[in-house]
């Protein structure tokens, strides 16, 4: 190693999008390499809207590895993170940088890291954050210790941190194929299509709630593949043959066929945590509200107009095939859903140019929308329920952020800002 020993701090910064798959991935057939009994397929999100920012960086004066995640000190015992560092620490290469900073390939061994990760979007609340998470530290502890592998190696490196989070690797449509090797290396994941393949989709969340969820994914999968005889069925005779039928839709853009396997495939996901002994409950009176008002739309226009698809939590996440559905979608959202505090400037994040398109500009326009048709019950509305919504499209993979300004370490003293 070069440069004055103990005295430099080298740093890289990444940011990773998060991911919402709509043939859902449910049940480990290995838990410790976290290798799934299915299949799956998701789609990336827009970064700017919902992905994870992590900063790594490396020091001979660092006397340990350490991480904090949203400002908050966390510990690095856990076998996931161990099982990242150690796959990464494993490819890493020679790297020398323009300050002189030269590390050997052998002394990757013998440095420890200071990690900071920032997620844009709530934690452990059903949104993925996980996926972000762990896709963003592996691909940054790459960039820092010039990993040379492709991003199908890299995905299963991520996928041993959070399984799903082998899919934030790419952009676009992501398939996790579940692979049949028992060590793990053929489960990777691969793009089906990138971001731009079919840029009309508008997807908008409503955030039905941003605490951390009751029952974790991880215990939740496991008590489901014990007890639930609806997750083997659905893993060896559903699943196989729905992901044949949703990449031909996405390759064809047909979103008819798009939008029924993606709702019929979170309804049995749900299913199958009903089915589990003791039931698990991620969605609440307010998702089934949602769902509800979608059915309902898509029934009376007799052909899809929105899917819906819900993870592991009562957040609804809704797909619209364009951005005049999308603005309709958001009507009457609004009119169920209505803003607790009557400010729309925190209500809706990302594009909100999807309000201009809804006619709505103020907490009046809100007011003075028209109960949605579908709706038996017109003056029923549910003020607050749903904390906010994020308008957001289809996103790329993960990122170098080359802004020294955005990173979360101080690269003098190598901690994070403000610590």
């Known amino acids: 190693m070069a440069a004055e020993e103990g005295q430099w701090v080298l740093m890289a910064t990444g940011r990773s999008p998060t991911n919402i798959a709509v043939i859902k991935y449910w049940g480990k057939r290995d838990e410790a390499l976290i290798l799934p009994v299915n299949d799956s397929i998701s789609v990336t999100l827009d970064p700017d809207h919902l992905s994870a920012t992590t900063t790594v960086a490396v020091s001979p004066s660092f006397p340990s590895d350490r991480m904090w995640l949203n400002g908050q000190e966390i510990s690095l015992s856990g076998g996931r ?43 452990a609340a059903g949104l993925a954050s996980s996926a972000a998470g762990f896709a963003c530290l592996v691909f940054t502890l790459g960039k820092l210790m010039n990993v040379k592998e492709d991003y199908g190696e890299l995905s299963s490196i991520a996928r041993q941190g959070s399984g799903s989070a082998c899919r934030s690797i790419y952009g676009g449509f992501v398939k996790w194929c ?45 008590d489901s593949v014990e007890t639930s005889p609806l997750l083997q069925y ?68 007799g052909t899809p107009q929105v899917a819906y698809t819900f993870d592991a939590g009562p957040n609804a996440v809704l797909i619209a095939p364009n951005r005049k559905n999308a603005a309709l979608l958001l009507k009457k959202l609004l009119y169920c ?15 909100k140019s999807i309000l201009s398109d ?6 009046e326009d809100v007011e003075a ?23 957001s499209r289809l996103g790329a993979g993960p990122k170098v952020v080359t802004d020294e300004s955005l990173a979360l370490i101080d690269s003098f003293t190598g901690l994070p800002k403000g610590v």
């Open 81 to 123: 993170f161990q099982s990242c560092l150690r796959e990464i620490r494993k490819r890493a290469q020679d790297v020398e940088d323009e300050k002189g900073i030269r590390i050997k390939k052998e002394d990757w061994e013998k440095l420890h890291v200071h990690i900071a990760s920032y997620n844009n979007f709530p934690t």
């Open 178 to 222: 579940m692979g049949k090797n028992d060590d793990g290396s053929d489960s990777i994941a691969v793009q089906l299509a990138d971001e731009t393949h079919w840029n009309d989709l508008v997807i908008i969340i409503a955030v039905v709630s941003s605490k951390q969820k009751e029952t974790s994914s991880t215990s939740g999968m496991r």
């Open 234 to 301: 659905r893993a060896q005779t559903v699943v196989p043959n729905r992901v044949l039928k949703m990449e031909e839709a996405i390759k064809s853009h047909n979103f008819e066929s798009f939008a029924k396997l993606t709702c019929a495939d979170s309804n049995q996901f749900h299913a199958v945590c009903l089915d589990t002994s003791p039931p698990i409950f991620y969605m609440n009176d307010t998702s089934h509200r949602i769902i509800s008002l979608v059915e309902k739309w898509n029934h009376s226009e």
């Open 337 to 351: 859903f209505p803003p607790q505090d009557n400010d729309l400037s925190s209500y809706m994040v990302g594009d």
């Open 358 to 363: 809804a006619g709505v500009k103020s907490i």
């Open 369 to 391: 929308l028209p109960a949605p048709a579908e709706m038996k019950t017109p003056s029923q509305q549910f003020k607050g329920d749903v904390s906010y919504f994020i308008c």
